[in-house]
Every structure is written in structure tokens, then in C-alpha cells.
């Protein structure tokens, strides 16, 4: 069989000196991979004593702000430098998050959110906190609020601190929203106007008038996450069961459910608030003034103060009953390590706490911090309108306490997607909430990883 | 032996004349006649094809020469409005960890074909040249693990990093990549249809299987090696999911890897993405350039065993 | 002088050396064993366990991952994911690599700019080509929807349109690897001898005829090989996709793979993937084995 010679047999003249070139080139790139390997070493063996490696997921104005906190650090933890990664945002960084705690080879602190703990601690993918320690370094289990500290809790021991509380609120423009009398006298919102499904219906249309466009923008299409946090925080105010057992099948009040799609469906039909609208374009609409408000995550707070200054926001109205306001936490968490260092997680600890003090230059962005003495100090008071959804912290609500739920989990994504076919391709609000459950007892039926 | 129809006949035919290049117009008259309308309609789509296929890297270059300003900006989408800049590259390569990315794929590659190579030749020579117990049957599983798509293999590869306390280091990257029975087969082809007379030479002169293999075969095969090698290093320079799988420090992460998931504290910049992008396709296109003629042969006479 | 006392039934002649040869195969097949054999031995055995990523030891559980994974709507999407990209992908990669040698080939002046245009792209790595593609399709920024307004349409959302998204990833995904095709096809073209168009010349045939009479009958076997080749590939996609969409919108364009990585490393459950890895290999042996007989058949 005539295989190859052809071709191989024929390297004539010009070959030679190509090939000699090719060798020079190998030559150089082995030259090179010295270099590499050595700096490559020199990087991932920062894991000298006085570094503490941190993973994180904040870029654009939050990244930059953990900047200005990781120095601002400084004093409370002397010669400890941090050294951060940021990850991409989302799925994928709880499955590196999740792969590197595995292999005990993760950094030495994490950020996670809190609401993903229930799939982190009991697989023991996580290490728990020494509070002792965290007591010596300033910070008490009274530093929190229970809603808080209780889902830092699993078995007894604490797994997570919590850095900040970011709830999804509303935010409004001042100067129309006074105008259609929704703003009480100290210039807050009016919560009682929102204080039911019809009336919320009603102050949408009074905002459209004042605004002379429309009146509240929500950002939900393709999102994997904005129709979860709607729904689910309404939900609660309903005082509705949410139970989830493991196995299954989820006990929830199906009724209440649909009253609450039904409800959303109105609230985005495009009638007086705008259809069809996606995170950004959600963003857009609120900050060029063609609605009045916009349902939307805190974290969106220096945008929009970028586009009004005197933007005003408040918790999240009470339009079912119960007040419950949908939220999330960032918190510090210890990927697990085998082995680590006494001496080195004594300063992770430190480190953590430091960062903890400097919340204040966290709240610029707009979450609320969780560490208690910076919320009642006078400088936090004074920002606005941070202090006036700070209250919001007390009725807050995570996800449920189930592995699979979190944030950026596929649960949220699933649930989304359903929710988006009710609201904008006109699945009926009873049929959308059974699909909501199919896809939950789907979730339920699979076996915890723990 | 299933797949050896899939993977053994086609090498034959298709062997480009190595002196193709050399003489580029050959086919002209041949395929297109002496029509001078078919000339210019083929000419015409050649070019219309040559600009669809440049456009989105052209794209990439103009994205990576603007400010962030004019990146994002959506009406004066093509012309910058403030000039061309080099922000974006100054801005990855010292900021970010690019470089160390670049050096880590420059490593891990190198080090998947030069094991590779020297691996797969000398396995190739074993089952070319020698005789031992369960030869046969040994290369026939080899042959027929060109079946397996190493992809399914990722679960497991990862437990056993885990297992052999390797995870998260060079070695996990590239232990498993090493393992090619496609060039296995072809490097034993090869073998098969050298000449034997100056072996037969040297094994007078009293020289044993290493002097063979050593002195005696490589040289001959150096153009196949080679062949091989491009093969196995543009496969290892680009692949992702298992360096994606297997690093999670991001010191040890290749280009591919760690220009997608590790992100700026600054939020997505458009210029500066392209810029990386841009950083990260220049190596292998600069390869190319110089030396397309070998490249193109060794995806010729290696692809068709490959995949 | 090729060996009188060759083994009788191998093809090439074999040198009775009498220090084993295993020697030199050693390194290959200690590899070899460790990292493909093992691992293929050890999926199967955690596709029949519950093995996660938390700390207790892995239970036995029999075939229940496999019973669950055939009642697993999400399975079976992926699976038709994957198909349904193949199906998509296949034709262009090789009709569109066709076209392309078969212009090159006329040996218009340019060779070397043709050659680099279309296979340049193809020497990427994927992650670079998705950050590329994200961008080309970015809906408010990116180049194609700047395209489509300056002709007065609509923009289109690429990759967040359930309808579109798939589509989206087959554009880029052609974009990215039919230069490898079109290199295997320019190197069959020029294996075809000369003297054929010569003897076609003398009979006054016009282009059309020698691509129809010569070009495209010397091109069949090749073709065939070329379609094999890619529709095994093309049953791999993963990465692309992972990197386009992750999947989405809703899980739309998840293929298997992806499902089995999001089985595994983003639920934990090693054992289940493992599990849908082997459904996955069953599905490559049937693509091969089909292939297989079919190519056999056009032999002959």
C-alpha cells in the first residue's frame, strides 16, 4: 500500500532551510517555556504566606469598588495583600467554584452568593468558619440580622459571612413621580399607592401620565433570572407555602401562584408599561426617562444615578399582604482545603474581616452591607437613597434552601423561562403555574448530590 | 479493526504534490478551458467568499485599534471618531494575565506533541517492526480506540486527577491529551512502507533496535514527523474543554481557557476583548503564514487519519 | 529484499528481533491504559453508581442511571441537539469546502491569499472564535445587525432567539472549520491527473463539462471520506456552543455533551454523568458503524 512517501520522500532544497528555521524556532520557544514555567510557578505559587487568593465575580462598577475596598483594607490586616480573580459571572463560576473546592485546590476565600450555600456546605464542598476567630477580629454573630445569619447556618456551624444584602427594589425618577402623587411628604415613595395588585395596576398609569411616556419598565426577556426574582418575591407576599422536600413533590399553593403571573402579565401587557423589554433594554428605558420607574436589582443603582442623580428608590412595594422583598447575598465563603495552613486562614479571616469594615465604600454601589456597624453609622444614613431601602434587609427573602436554587443555578434559569412564556407569549397564567411545578418536581426528583 | 476503513484508505489519493505550491497556475487551463467569462466568475466569487471569510477578523482588528469609546459606539460603528489607539493591547498584556496564558498554552502544547511524537513513533515502530506477545491484539484495540471521543472521557479524567493528587497542575493538563492512537496508526503506516534495505544494513553493523529506530528511521520519516506534530500541536493549542475541565487556578489556564472565563474587574470591554482575541489568534496565523506550505501538507496527509 | 520468513498473516513483513519490542510500545501503552482505558472502565463503573462531587463514598445503584437518563426529557433534547446540529452543519461544511477547492483549484492568481482566507480561521482557538462571534452578533453593537440596518432591516437577536440561536452557532461553527475540509479537498483535486483535462482539452470540452465529467466523478471517494469525517466531528459539538450560548435560551441549543458536563460538574452527579457519556458513545459507534457499512457498499 503506497502510504505516504510521495509527499515525505520529497523535502528538497528549500525544505532544508525551512526545517532549519522551524529548529530555530523550537530552539526560541523552548527558550521560552523556561520563562513560563518559571513565571508561571511565580504566579501560582502566590499562594505565598502574606497573599490571600480571593475569587470573585464582580466586574464593571462593583469590580472596581472591591478595588477601592481591598485597599481601603489596608490598615485592618498589615501585610496581608489580596490577590483577586475575577470569574465570569453565573453558572460557570459555581462549577469552577464547585470543581476547584473538590480537588482542595481552590483560592483561599470565595465569594458565593448565599442563596447557592444549600448546594455548597453539605456536599462538604465547603470549609466551615472558625467564629471564634471572626470574634477576635470584630466580627459577632449581633453584627447581622436573623434573616441574614440564619441561612449563613448548616449543621451548627457557620459557612458563611455575609458581606452585603442586595435586595430587588424599586426605583423611580422624582421629579414625574411626584407628579402623579406618589411621593409622600420627605419625598419617599408613597408605598401605600402600590399597597395592591390593582392599585400598583393604577399608579403604573398615573406615572405613565406624569412621565408623558410610560410608566414602569421591567427587564425580563431572554433573562436568566429577572422573572424568577419578581415572581418570587410577589409570591411570598402572599404568604403562600413554597415547601420543597426532598424528592418531591413540591407542596406550593398553585392559586396563588397564577394570581401572581396573572398580575405580572398585566404589569408588562403594554398598556401603560412597556412590553417586551430585555435586562438592558429594560435598563435603557428607565434611564432615558420614557418610564418613570423600573422594577430592578439595587446593583443597578450607579447607572442610574449616572443617568438621574437624584434617582430615587424604596423597598419593594407590598402589594399582596405579607411584606417580603426578594434578595440575595454576597458572602465570603472557604472553599475546601485538606490541609490549609492554621496560620494562613487565621489571616483569610482577618483578611475577610477588614474587607467587612471597609462596607461602607460597598454601599456607594448600592447593596446594603450586612455587617451591621456600618449600616448605623451617620455616613451610611446620609447616603441616599441607600437609607431608604436599608429597611428592606428585614423582610428579606432568598431562594429556597434547596441544592439546586441559587443564583445563576438552572432552577432560576428554568423558572424564568416559563415565566416568560406567560408574559409575553400568552401562556396562561394556571397553565404557567403548573409548568412551574412540573419543572420544580423535576428538579426534586433528582437525587441531592449530598 | 472497525474503523480502519474509516481512517487507513484515504491517505492514499489525496497526497498533495509537494510541489503544488511551487507551480501554482497548473490547473487553469485545465479546469476553466480557455473560456475567459468562467475566469473572471470564478475570480469574482473567489473574492466575494475571500471577503465574507476576512470580514469577521477584519472586524476583530478594527474593534481592537479603537478606544472602548468608539467600540461601543452605535452610530459611528466603523470609522473611530477619536482615532486609532493601541490602549486595548497595553491594557490586557499589563493588566491581565494574558502573556502567562500565552507561555502556558506554548508550554502545555509543546509538551502534548513532543510526548506525543515520540510516544506514538515509537509505538508505531514497535507494531511496524517487532514482534512480541499479543502484538496483534494490542494494536488492534489501539485502532479501534480512535472510536472513543475523548470528550466522553472527561468525567472520569477529572476524578482521577483527583485520585492521583495531580489536579489542577500541568501534569493533569496534559497526561491525557498524550494519548493519540490515530497517530499511533498512522506513524505504523508510515513504518510499514519504509524501505528496509538500510536497516538491513545497519543490523549487519551490529546496530540494535534503538540505533535503528533512532538513526536510522527517524531521519527518514523527519517529514512525517512533522506532519504529525503540526497536527498534534494545532490540536493541542486549540483545544478547550479538557485544559476548560482540568484547570481551575488560573495561573495554570491556556489562552483558550482563560480568556473566556476569567473576566476584568471593568466590565466587558469590547476593544479590549478583541485586542485579546486578536493576541491570542496571532501566534498560530504568524505560524501559518510562514510556513503554509507544510501546514497545509500536514493537515492533508495527518487530517484524514485524524478527528 | 523484503523478508522471506515474514509472520504468515500480517501484511507487512515483520524482522523476528529477538529483544521485545514491547519495549518500545511501553510508553504508549502505559499511557495508553492509564488515561484511556482506565477511565473508559471507570465511567462505566461510576455510570453505575451515585458518585458526586461531596465527600461520601459512591453507592452501587445498578442500572437506575441509565432508567432515569431514558426518562429524562432534558436527555433526549440534547441528544436531538446534537443530531439536529449535525444534520445542520454537515451539508454546508462540505458542499461550501467543495466550492471553495474547486475555485481554488482553477489555479486563479492569489493562491496564497485564498488559501489563508479560508483556512486561517480554523487555526483559531475556539475560545478565541466565540469571543469573536459574540461580538460579530452582539445585537446593538455588533457587526451583522450593523449590516442588516444599513440596508433598512430589522436587527436580529443571534444567539437569545430560540429561533435563530442554533443557526447562529452552525454560521459560526462553518466559518471556523471548513478550512480543513477545503485543505483535504484541495489535496484530492491535485492528486487528479493531469492528463484527464489534457485528453478533455483535445475534445473541446468547455468548463462545465470537465468539472462535471472529470472534477466532481475523481472527487467521490473523497467526498464520502470527507462527510464521514465531519459528521464524527460534528457529534462532538460542545465547546462552541458552551461558549455562544451556554446552551440556552432555555436549554435550546444544549447538546449532549453539554448536558452531560452540566450533569456532572454544575449538578455534581458524576455517576449520572457518566451514564449520559455512554449514551453519548453508543450514538458515536452507531454514526461510525453506519458509516462504515455505507462506505463499504460504495466501494463495491
Known amino acids: 500500500m503506497p502510504a505516504s512517501p510521495p509527499s515525505s520522500a520529497r523535502s528538497n532544497g528549500p525544505g532544508l532551510s525551512r526545517r532549519r528555521m522551524l529548529t530555530a524556532t523550537a530552539a526560541s520557544a523552548a527558550a521560552l517555556l523556561g520563562a513560563g514555567a518559571l513565571s508561571g510557578c511565580g504566579s501560582a505559587l502566590a499562594a505565598d504566606d502574606d497573599t490571600v487568593r480571593l475569587w470573585d465575580l464582580f466586574s464593571g462598577a462593583d469590580g472596581g469598588l472591591l478595588n477601592t475596598m481591598v485597599d481601603e483594607a489596608a490598615p485592618d490586616m498589615p501585610g496581608t495583600r489580596i490577590e483577586r480573580t475575577v470569574l465570569e459571572w453565573g453558572t460557570p463560576y459555581y462549577t469552577k467554584l464547585a470543581m476547584a473546592s473538590a480537588g482542595g485546590r481552590g483560592p483561599d476565600v470565595a465569594v458565593s452568593h448565599m442563596s447557592r450555600l444549600a448546594g455548597y456546605a453539605p456536599s462538604g464542598l465547603l470549609d466551615p468558619w472558625d467564629t471564634s476567630l471572626l470574634e477576635e477580629f470584630g466580627l459577632g454573630r449581633e453584627d447581622f440580622t436573623d434573616a441574614v445569619w440564619q441561612r449563613t447556618q448548616f449543621e451548627g456551624r457557620t459557612y458563611a459571612v455575609p458581606l452585603d444584602t442586595h435586595p430587588f427594589i424599586v426605583f423611580f425618577h422624582p421629579g414625574p413621580t411626584a407628579d402623579a402623587g406618589l411621593l409622600t411628604k420627605d419625598g419617599t415613595l408613597d408605598t401605600d399607592a402600590f399597597s395592591s395588585p390593582d392599585s400598583f395596576l393604577e399608579a403604573g398609569r398615573e406615572l405613565a401620565k406624569a412621565s408623558g411616556g410610560q410608566g414602569i419598565a421591567f427587564g425580563y426577556v431572554t433573562d436568566t433570572a429577572q422573572g424568577w426574582r419578581l415572581f418570587y418575591g410577589l409570591y411570598r407576599q402572599t404568604g403562600g407555602r413554597f415547601d420543597l422536600p426532598e424528592g418531591g413533590p413540591a407542596e406550593v399553593d398553585e392559586d396563588r401562584m397564577a394570581e401572581v403571573i396573572a398580575f405580572m402579565a398585566k404589569l408588562v401587557d403594554g398598556t401603560v408599561n412597556p412590553r417586551q423589554l430585555d435586562y438592558a433594554s429594560g435598563i435603557a428605558a428607565f434611564t432615558n426617562r420614557q418610564t418613570a420607574m423600573i422594577l430592578s436589582g439595587e446593583w443597578e443603582l450607579g447607572t442610574y444615578r449616572t443617568a438621574d442623580k437624584d434617582v430615587g428608590a424604596a423597598p419593594f412595594p407590598t402589594v399582596f399582604g405579607t411584606p417580603a422583598v426578594y434578595a440575595d447575598a454576597h458572602s465570603f465563603v472557604l472553599p475546601r482545603k485538606p490541609d490549609a495552613d492554621p496560620g494562613h486562614r487565621r489571616r483569610t479571616h482577618q483578611a475577610v474581616a477588614a474587607l467587612l469594615k471597609a462596607g461602607q465604600t460597598w454601599a456607594t454601589a448600592g447593596h446594603i452591607p450586612s455587617y451591621g456597624p456600618v449600616t448605623r453609622t451617620k455616613d451610611y444614613r446620609a447616603l441616599q437613597p441607600q437609607a431608604h431601602y436599608v429597611q428592606a434587609q428585614e423582610h428579606v427573602v432568598l431562594d429556597p434552601a434547596v441544592w439546586f436554587a441559587g443564583a445563576g443555578s438552572d432552577f432560576q434559569n428554568a423558572m424564568s423561562q416559563v415565566l416568560q412564556q406567560a408574559l409575553l407569549d400568552g401562556l396562561a397564567p394556571d397553565r404557567a403555574a403548573r409548568a412551574m411545578v412540573r419543572r420544580l418536581n423535576t428538579f426534586l426528583s433528582k437525587p441531592s448530590p449530598a | 479493526m472497525v474503523s480502519t476503513d474509516v481512517t487507513a484508505r484515504p491517505a492514499a489519493p489525496v497526497l498533495p504534490r509537494a510541489s503544488a505550491a511551487a507551480r501554482p497556475r497548473r490547473g487553469t487551463n485545465l479546469t476553466l478551458g480557455e473560456s475567459g467569462l468562467a475566469r473572471v466568475l470564478a475570480l469574482l466569487a473567489l473574492a466575494v467568499s475571500a471577503v465574507l471569510w476576512l470580514l469577521p477578523l477584519a472586524w476583530a482588528l478594527l474593534t481592537a485599534f479603537k478606544s472602548e469609546q468608539d467600540a461601543s459606539d452605535p452610530v459611528d460603528w466603523f470609522w473611530p471618531k477619536h482615532g486609532w489607539t493601541l490602549d486595548g493591547f497595553t491594557t490586557v498584556v499589563e493588566r491581565g494575565a494574558l502573556p502567562l496564558w500565552m507561555l502556558n498554552s506554548l508550554l502545555i502544547a509543546g509538551a502534548v506533541t513532543a510526548v506525543t511524537v515520540l510516544v506514538s513513533a515509537m509505538a508505531g515502530y514497535a507494531f511496524s517492526r517487532t514482534l512480541f506477545a499479543g502484538r496483534r491484539g494490542l494494536f488492534a484495540l489501539t485502532v479501534a480506540a480512535v472510536l472513543v471521543p475523548p470528550q466522553m472521557l472527561i468525567v472520569p479524567w477529572f476524578q482521577q486527577m483527583l485520585t492521583l493528587g495531580i489536579a489542577d497542575t500541568y501534569a493533569a493538563v496534559i497526561l491525557p491529551q498524550t494519548v493519540a492512537p490515530v497517530m499511533v496508526f498512522i506513524l505504523k503506516k508510515h513504518f510499514d512502507s519504509l524501505p528496509r534495505e538500510l536497516e538491513e544494513a545497519a543490523r549487519i553493523d551490529g546496530a540494535g533496535h534503538w540505533r535503528i529506530f533512532w538513526s536510522v528511521l527517524l531521519p527518514l520519516s523527519r517529514p512525517m514527523l512533522a506532519a504529525v506534530a503540526i497536527f498534534v500541536f494545532i490540536g493541542a493549542w486549540n483545544n478547550f474543554l479538557w485544559p476548560f475541565v482540568s484547570t481551575s487556578d488560573p495561573a495554570l489556564m491556556t489562552l483558550p481557557v482563560g480568556i473566556t472565563s476569567v473576566k476584568d474587574a471593568y466590565g466587558v470591554q469590547y476593544a479590549q476583548t478583541m485586542a485579546s482575541a486578536v493576541l491570542a489568534a496571532l501566534p498560530l496565523v504568524a505560524v501559518f503564514v510562514f510556513f503554509q506550505r507544510h501546514i497545509v501538507k500536514s493537515v492533508a496527509t495527518t487530517g484524514l487519519g485524524g478527528q | ?300
Not at chain 3, 462545465?208 to 466523478?217: D, G, H, N, V
Not at chain 3, 475523481?218 to 451556554?246: C, D, N
Open chain 3, 1 to 300: 529484499m523484503s523478508s522471506p520468513h515474514a509472520s504468515p498473516r500480517t501484511a507487512p513483513p515483520v524482522r523476528r528481533f529477538l529483544p521485545p519490542g514491547l519495549l518500545f510500545a511501553l510508553p504508549f501503552l502505559v499511557l495508553f491504559g492509564v488515561f484511556m482505558v482506565w477511565p473508559l472502565a471507570q465511567g462505566l463503573w461510576m455510570s453505575l453508581t451515585d458518585a458526586s462531587f461531596s465527600a461520601h463514598a459512591p453507592a452501587f445503584v445498578g442500572l437506575d442511571n441509565f432508567t432515569e437518563a431514558f426518562g429524562d426529557a432534558e436527555m433526549w433534547r440534547g441528544l436531538w441537539h446534537t443530531v439536529w446540529f449535525t444534520l445542520l452543519s454537515t451539508v454546508p461544511l462540505v458542499l461550501v469546502a467543495l466550492g471553495m477547492a474547486l475555485l481554488v483549484h482553477t489555479g486563479l492568481p492569489g493562491q496564497w491569499v485564498w488559501r489563508l482566507a479560508f483556512f486561517a480561521p480554523y487555526l483559531l482557538p475556539v475560545g478565541v472564535v466565540s469571543l469573536l462571534w459574540i461580538w460579530l452578533y452582539q445585537p446593538d453593537l455588533g457587526l451583522y445587525n450593523h449590516l442588516l440596518r444599513a440596508v433598512g432591516l430589522d436587527g436580529v437577536a443571534w444567539l437569545s432567539d430560540e429561533s435563530v440561536a442554533m443557526y447562529a452557532i452552525v454560521l459560526a461553527t462553518l466559518w471556523w472549520t471548513v478550512g480543513f475540509n477545503f485543505l483535504l479537498f484541495l489535496a484530492a483535486l491535485q492528486a487528479v491527473p493531469d492528463h484527464l483535462y489534457e485528453a478533455a482539452a483535445i475534445d473541446g470540452a468547455g468548463a462545465w463539462r470537465r468539472l462535471w465529467s472529470i472534477t466532481l466523478p475523481q472527487l467521490g471517494r473523497i467526498t464520502a471520506v470527507v462527510t464521514v469525517l465531519q459528521i464524527l466531528a460534528s457529534l462532538k459539538v460542545f465547546e462552541q456552543v458552551y461558549l455562544l450560548t451556554k446552551g440556552g435560551p432555555d436549554n435550546s441549543t444544549r447538546p449532549i455533551l453539554e448536558y452531560m458536563y452540566d450533569v456532572g460538574f454544575t449538578g455534581y452527579r458524576l455517576g449520572y454523568a457518566s451514564a449520559i457519556s455512554y449514551i453519548f458513545f453508543v450514538l458515536v459507534l452507531l454514526a461510525s458503524a453506519v458509516q462504515i457499512v455505507a462506505l463499504r457498499r460504495k466501494e463495491k
